[in-house]
């Protein structure tokens, strides 16, 4: 009997959410969280923020962003820019350090990834290829 879209997308979210998880795993800095990691990601693909942008990102308090910046900040793979206007604030952004970081977590989850879609069969790759474009646009409506 053929599943129902409700239960085709119970499927689709648990699936994604495993293999999403199983991914975050593979990195490059295993002391870091999952929220620190996810800082130096947007950093990396966004560019310097202030630290109430960075939160509003995020999704958590100002508070609560101050130390995850400022751990990161210790940790040396991000540095506090002050701006040029507003001395109360200050420009969020990489360092060489925390660049690295992020395309060595990269490389760890595209190498996992590729060994997984080594051990598949053509057929399920372009299946998972077909996926892959369809949940990018699924994403973006």
Known sequence: MAKTIAEQ???LRMGTFRLARR???ERADDELSDGQLSVLFGLRATGAH???ELAEREHVSAPSMNRTVNC???SGYLTRIPDATDKRKAQI???DAGTDLVKDTVKKRDAWLHSQLRALDP???ETLA???DLMRRLATQ
């Open 9 to 11: 997308a119970s499927d």
């Open 23 to 25: 991914l975050r795993a």
């Open 50 to 52: 202030t630290l109430s």
């Open 72 to 74: 990161l900040e210790e």
């Open 93 to 95: 952004e990489l360092t």
């Open 123 to 125: 057929t399920d790759r």
């Open 130 to 132: 077909q996926a892959a």
